[in-house]
């Protein structure tokens, strides 16, 4: 850890001024025309969560970094030996994580029993039949708490599960980490009052944003997309049954 802080960034990053954020219509409208499994449409859907994100946290604050593909190693033993994150956003309140989904058109809902771990389920508007997925923010969670212990403990670290192409309906309660765009004004005005009122999170200077880049991308290293996804299709590989959920998270 002490290296990663004199370590310059090799990542990109996308540095986003603080106001005059436009979103082009292509961009706006692209998602409608993929599939929700269509890699395409993911990454489509990734671009146009940061233009979201620029949109609704440059007008709260002075100073924002957004970047993609954050990809860093796991803690011994896991199954998959590294995580990605689909966007980390740095700012003066501290660093923010969004997992990106590219449903669209779709209705959101889950299952939940006194006796089984929620089950959630995905509905396309124009179909009756639903089909079961991954628990998006058991996902995100487990990822954030293994970053939180690999960083300092007053830098705020937190996560949402963000579902940013149209038509996506959120049926019955849902954790308050999922949110679409509609919500992201108000998760950028929270998180600026937390910086100045939680002084457990103080809000970083320049400096401290600087220094929280290049712990980052000393954590990811020499790691690459291609790395992620080739341990995650040789995880597929040996594991032939996976259960629904992967079992509870503490995230205290």
Partial sequence: MTTALHKAPTR????????????PESDAHACRSFSIDDA??????TMLAMQQLGGAFGPAFSRMHVRRDLVIPMYEGSAVPTARFDVTLV??????????????????????????L??????????SLAREVKDPAWQCGRKTTHLRNLLPPDLRVQYFVLLPCEGVELQGVMPTAVITPQDLPYIARVARNNGHNDHGYPLLDDAAIDRTLRLLDGLQGDLTLEDHMRNSREKSARVHVRPAHP???NLQ
Avoid: M
Wanted: with cysteine.
């Fill in 12 to 23: 990109s990053l996308l540095t986003l001024a603080a106001r005059g954020h436009t979103q």
């Fill in 40 to 45: 395409q449409a993911n990454n489509t859907a």
């Fill in 91 to 116: 700012c003066e309140a501290g660093i923010y994580l969004f997992e990106v989904k590219g449903w669209r058109n779709a209705v959101v809902y889950r299952k939940t029993s006194a006796r089984a």
């Fill in 118 to 127: 929620p089950r959630w389920f995905l509905r396309q508007h124009d179909h």
């Fill in 247 to 249: 079992g509870a998270l």
